[in-house]
């Protein structure tokens, strides 16, 4: 019901662009976030923007990343500057909604490289 998709190689100081296909299925969203987990470590929270638009971040990313959403295509968006080789992870992105609950997408791998 996720798609997420934009993962790649890139060199340290470059951009990707996260994107996330959510399905018309689940209704109801209240948050479209993005998590990460590199290998040995927890998942944990990058980004997310709530319904009436606001945005939180995790201090690692604030300044760098930047999360959008596209309502009429139903997709959260990632866009990914000033990348870090510590930023090398799964990217999932993940939504929570009434009734559905949370859904996550399959992940997409960001690796970058110094």
């Known amino acids: 019901q996720l798609q997420a998709s934009g993962g790649g190689l890139v060199q340290a100081g470059g951009s990707l662009r996260l994107s996330c296909s959510i399905s018309?299925?689940?209704?109801?969203?209240?948050?479209r976030s993005w998590y990460r987990q590199a290998p040995g470590k927890e998942r944990e929270f990058v980004a997310r923007?709530?319904?009436?638009?606001?945005?939180d971040y995790a201090d690692s990313v604030k300044g760098r990343f930047r999360i959008s959403r596209n309502i009429a295509k139903n997709t959260v968006d990632l866009q990914m500057d000033s990348l870090r080789p510590e930023d090398s992870a799964l990217y999932y992105c993940?939504?929570?909604?009434?009734?559905?609950?949370?859904?996550w997408g399959q992940g997409t791998q960001v690796t970058v490289s110094s």
């Open positions: 993940r939504v929570d909604a009434k009734p559905s609950g949370t859904t």
């Open positions: 018309g299925t689940i209704r109801g969203i209240w948050t």
């Open positions: 923007i709530v319904v009436n638009g606001d945005t």
